[in-house]
């Protein structure tokens, strides 16, 4: 996506060292009331599936309640219904990302790292971090980003020098500078892990023979008090 320095939440910097916190907070400041960081449409997609997935949610727990008339089950199962409504969402935004985006990329041009855009630190000193390339393309010269930032990268282009990237052809503004097998991992390790926790979650609650007593004593105390308000 274009790229400007003044655009807010980010630090630009020319070299790769980590800047003081100091110098972020005083960035993040002056930079709020510039430029808005414009959406890329990886990030438009992101927030679409978190939009669909929170309304996949509030269906499910809607039907839950129904279906056990017990706010105790319908919370438990709602939270688990979380953690597998995101390693699902974790695995349809991989496979679109491999598929439908990918196949947008179909020009590989000669670009120049010119810096890096900053979004922050880790608790570990790590930047989250996405390079700055200048080139050009169609008789244009372009200065832009990918638009997604990280802390994880299999290789990270040096600063001053030359790269090879895809552009989208009809958006040249539109890049992809790596093919992103770090990212991959994490998403499939995320998606699992978030499958596996909630399956472990409803298992549990399901054979532990206190917390069935709870959830039936619940319903029951609710039933007793929807008959005491028809009365």
């Known amino acids: 996506m274009r790229y400007e320095p003044n655009y807010s939440r980010q630090y630009f ?5 980590i800047p003081s916190p100091i110098e972020l907070a005083s960035s993040i400041n002056v930079n709020g009331s510039f430029n808005k960081m414009p959406k890329d449409r990886f990030t438009s997609a992101v927030h679409a599936m ?8 509030a269906v499910v727990a809607v039907i839950i309640y129904v279906v056990t008339k017990s706010p105790l089950l ?5 939270m688990a219904a979380v953690f597998f409504i995101m390693g699902i ?6 496979a679109l990302s491999r598929t439908k985006f990918a196949k947008s990329y179909t020009e590989t ?26 080139y ?7 200065i832009a980003i990918d638009g997604k ?16 990237i895809e552009v989208n052809p009809d958006d040249p503004e539109d890049i992809r500078w790596q093919q992103g097998r ?29 917390f069935m007593k709870a959830a039936r004593a619940d319903n029951h105390i609710r039933i007793e008090q929807v008959a005491d308000i028809d009365r």
């Not at 978190?50 to 949610?57: E, S, Y």
């Not at 969402?89 to 991989?94: E, K, Q, R, S």
């Not at 770090?182 to 892990?193: H, L, M, Q, R, Y």
Request: hydrophobic share 50%.
């Open 13 to 17: 910097s020319e070299s790769d060292s």
């Open 50 to 57: 978190i939009g669909i997935g929170a309304l996949v949610l």
């Open 74 to 78: 319908t919370l438990v199962m709602s």
């Open 89 to 94: 969402l974790a695995f349809v935004g991989l």
């Open 109 to 134: 041009v000669p670009a120049k790292c010119i810096g890096i855009s900053i979004r922050g630190v880790t608790d570990h000193m790590r930047l989250i971090k996405t390079p700055v390339f200048k």
């Open 136 to 142: 050009a393309y169609g008789g244009k010269d372009y």
């Open 149 to 164: 930032w990280a802390n994880f990268h299999d290789a990270f282009p040096e600063i001053g020098g030359d790269w090879e």
């Open 182 to 210: 770090s990212t991959a991992k994490f998403v499939i390790i995320w998606g699992i892990a978030s499958i596996i926790f909630a399956s472990g979650m409803l298992w549990l609650c399901f054979q532990d023979e206190d």
